[in-house]
């Protein structure tokens, strides 16, 4: 078979043709008359005996038993222009074409190499293969050898010597001992095929791994705090035939999704979250890094205690702990202060009513009507002061806090009528002179329900005179009285000084204080500031 630029000949050779000037047989094929075109640059035939064409502009066109095939594109074969068919030795057809890369057909379909796959340059112009199963396929840039079994891509260019190679196309052919012989411009390349000595791609090297540039022990275990989460991977790819065509792809499982392709030698990765990781870099002297050697490092950084789910499970258990037993406390204080509030109705309740119950009355007018048949001067003013102090009662009561000199003013009042029922037999001295204590507060008409206490309770004639004594020294006010223990007590509820002492809860943390001292009753109140 002879290919041309104007047609294919088919030479028919027979016992005949042994004499050398015996006549031939010729047959001519121009792209009419079934190839598909009159350009053909390459003519090959099978170990099965099928003839391939490789013609410019027709694509692929196949032989068998006088019948031909068209393979375009839409067998998967996207390149019109072949310019070199082979064969490698598992009966794969091998094709070279122009822009396009490297085909390969098994019978089924067309598989594509090119500069992805990590041939150097997408034009081959001729191509063949080894018996060891390579594949030799020379470009603009160089030699480029794929191993057929992996798909792996050796190249060898201008680092290896070889200057940039203008061939004829299918200037290529081998020889008995599988020495692959190239011709170019400039001349002839020898590439002598040594198995044992191909290196088809780099070798990976994690040379260190860093946690905050301090290096670690990578045969350690690979157990990390939350904090320690700064690391930094330095790596290298073994290629001494030509080192500055590496080029790298990372990817940090747990991390990345996707592989990264870098031409650093070194990747950091800062505040990783907690998690498990596993480092992946791998290396190649092309784009090709599917069959590329890879190096790898796996480690783990812990939770903080605070995520975990035991301090996140003691958490909600404690919020609602506290939670039941802030509403339990506001439920009691609440209920407290209901009790104190009712308290003090009945505070003010008993003041009242023990300032207008009958025997109060009854005894207010018949000191009354004495002082009127002896000094009705006298009466006029009695008069005066029983008005003024049931209208201060009315108008003192309903309020929580009152000086201590307005205290003292009511106070006195009731002093002055139960003195004119008493006379001389009840006596009282009060001993506040300092402003500070005279402008403090105390509930009202407190001193008013102790004195009726003391005047309920005691004995007063001449020979048993009952004598209050008022003292405010160091924040407190001092009430004593005498005990003169009636022949026949009076009976009474015994809640108005209970009254006085949780009306006192209800405005201050401070304690009334109340004991018998001797022959005297003694009650301790606090003195307020205003809140």
């Given at each position: 078979?002879?290919?041309?630029?104007?047609?294919?000949?088919?030479?028919?050779?027979?016992?005949a043709n042994n004499p050398v000037n015996s006549r031939l047989g010729f047959n001519n094929f121009s792209g009419s008359s079934g190839i598909g075109s009159s350009y053909v640059y390459d003519i090959f035939i099978?170990?099965?005996?099928?003839?391939?064409?490789?013609?410019?502009?027709?694509?692929?066109?196949?032989?068998?038993?006088?019948?031909?095939?068209?393979?375009?594109?839409?067998?998967?074969?996207?390149?019109?222009?072949?310019?070199?068919?082979?064969?490698?030795?598992?009966?794969?057809?091998?094709?070279?074409?122009?822009?396009?890369?490297?085909?390969?057909?098994?019978?089924?379909?067309?598989?594509?190499?090119?500069?992805?796959?990590?041939?150097?340059?997408?034009?081959?112009?001729?191509?063949?293969?080894?018996?060891?199963?390579?594949?030799?396929?020379?470009?603009?840039?160089?030699?480029?050898?794929?191993?057929?079994?992996?798909?792996?891509?050796?190249?060898?260019?201008?680092?290896?010597?070889?200057?940039?190679?203008?061939?004829?196309?299918?200037?290529?052919?081998?020889?008995?001992?599988?020495?692959?012989?190239?011709?170019?411009?400039?001349?002839?390349?020898?590439?002598?095929?040594?198995?044992?000595?191909?290196?088809?791609?780099?070798?990976?090297?994690?040379?260190?791994?860093?946690?905050?540039?301090?290096?670690?022990?990578?045969?350690?275990?690979?157990?990390?705090?939350?904090?320690?989460?700064?690391?930094?991977?330095?790596?290298?790819?073994?290629?001494?035939?030509?080192?500055?065509?590496?080029?790298?792809?990372?990817?940090?499982?747990?991390?990345?999704?996707?592989?990264?392709?870098?031409?650093?030698?070194?990747?950091?990765?800062?505040?990783?979250?907690?998690?498990?990781?596993?480092?992946?870099?791998?290396?190649?002297?092309?784009?090709?890094?599917?069959?590329?050697?890879?190096?790898?490092?796996?480690?783990?950084?812990?939770?903080?205690?605070?995520?975990?789910?035991?301090?996140?499970?003691?958490?909600?258990?404690?919020?609602?702990?506290?939670?039941?037993?802030?509403?339990?406390?506001?439920?009691?204080?609440?209920?407290?202060?209901?009790?104190?509030?009712?308290?003090?109705?009945?505070?003010?309740?008993?003041?009242?009513?023990?300032?207008?119950?009958?025997?109060?009355?009854?005894?207010?007018?018949?000191?009354?009507?004495?002082?009127?048949?002896?000094?009705?001067?006298?009466?006029?003013?009695?008069?005066?002061?029983?008005?003024?102090?049931?209208?201060?009662?009315?108008?003192?009561?309903?309020?929580?806090?009152?000086?201590?000199?307005?205290?003292l003013k009511l106070f006195e009042t009731y002093l002055f009528l139960q003195q004119k029922r008493f006379g001389n037999s009840l006596r009282f001295r009060i001993q506040v002179a300092d402003s500070k204590y005279?402008?403090?507060?105390?509930?009202?008409?407190?001193?008013?329900?102790?004195?009726?206490?003391?005047?309920?309770?005691?004995?007063?004639?001449?020979?048993?005179?009952?004598?209050?004594?008022?003292?405010?020294?160091?924040?407190?006010?001092?009430?004593?009285?005498?005990?003169?223990?009636?022949?026949?007590?009076?009976?009474?509820?015994?809640?108005?000084?209970?009254?006085?002492?949780?009306?006192?809860?209800?405005?201050?943390?401070?304690?009334?204080?109340?004991?018998?001292?001797?022959?005297?009753?003694?009650?301790?109140?606090?003195?307020?500031?205003?809140?």
């Amino acid at each position: 078979w002879i290919s041309g630029l104007n047609r294919t000949t088919h030479c028919i050779l027979t016992e005949a043709n042994n004499p050398v000037n015996s006549r031939l047989g010729f047959n001519n094929f121009s792209g009419s008359s079934g190839i598909g075109s009159s350009y053909v640059y390459d003519i090959f035939i099978d170990s099965r005996g099928r003839v391939w064409f490789a013609t410019d502009g027709a694509g692929l066109i196949m032989m068998n038993q006088g019948a031909t095939h068209r393979f375009s594109e839409k067998e998967g074969l996207k390149s019109n222009v072949i310019y070199s068919v082979t064969e490698d030795s598992f009966g794969n057809i091998w094709m070279a074409t122009w822009n396009q890369g490297l085909y390969r057909y098994d019978g089924h379909q067309f598989d594509n190499y090119s500069v992805p796959e990590g041939l150097s340059d997408p034009s081959v112009t001729a191509c063949t293969t080894t018996p060891g199963g390579k594949l030799i396929a020379v470009t603009k840039k160089g030699i480029d050898i794929l191993d057929v079994r992996t798909g792996k891509f050796t190249n060898y260019g201008r680092e290896s010597g070889i200057l940039p190679i203008q061939s004829n196309l299918n200037a290529i052919t081998m020889d008995s001992s599988h020495n692959v012989w190239i011709g170019t411009d400039t001349g002839i390349i020898e590439y002598k095929h040594r198995e044992e000595n191909l290196i088809s791609a780099p070798a990976m090297l994690l040379d260190k791994v860093s946690m905050f540039l301090n290096a670690i022990d990578t045969g350690a275990a690979h157990v990390f705090e939350h904090f320690q989460n700064n690391f930094t991977f330095t790596f290298t790819g073994l290629y001494f035939t030509g080192p500055e065509k590496v080029k790298y792809q990372y990817l940090l499982e747990g991390y990345n999704k996707e592989w990264t392709q870098t031409n650093d030698q070194k990747i950091n990765f800062p505040e990783l979250p907690p998690g498990t990781y596993r480092f992946r870099v791998r290396s190649s002297a092309n784009d090709n890094f599917l069959h590329a050697a890879e190096a790898n490092f796996g480690f783990k950084i812990l939770s903080p205690f605070w995520v975990k789910w035991w301090f996140i499970a003691g958490m909600i258990l404690s919020i609602l702990l506290f939670l039941f037993l802030f509403v339990r406390a506001r439920d009691k204080r609440l209920r407290r202060l209901a009790d104190l509030q009712k308290e003090k109705i009945e505070f003010e309740f008993e003041t009242l009513k023990s300032q207008v119950n009958p025997h109060f009355l009854f005894n207010s007018f018949n000191t009354l009507i004495d002082v009127i048949e002896e000094e009705p001067r006298l009466a006029i003013e009695y008069v005066e002061q029983l008005s003024a102090f049931y209208r201060n009662m009315l108008t003192y009561r309903s309020r929580d806090l009152i000086t201590l000199q307005e205290e003292l003013k009511l106070f006195e009042t009731y002093l002055f009528l139960q003195q004119k029922r008493f006379g001389n037999s009840l006596r009282f001295r009060i001993q506040v002179a300092d402003s500070k204590y005279l402008n403090a507060f105390l509930p009202p008409l407190t001193l008013q329900l102790l004195g009726e206490n003391a005047v309920k309770h005691n004995a007063i004639s001449r020979e048993t005179p009952l004598e209050l004594n008022i003292i405010a020294k160091d924040g407190e006010l001092i009430i004593a009285n005498n005990i003169n223990p009636k022949l026949k007590p009076e009976r009474g509820e015994g809640i108005g000084l209970q009254n006085i002492v949780n009306r006192y809860k209800l405005l201050t943390n401070q304690e009334v204080k109340y004991h018998v001292m001797g022959n005297e009753f003694v009650v301790i109140l606090p003195l307020l500031k205003e809140q």
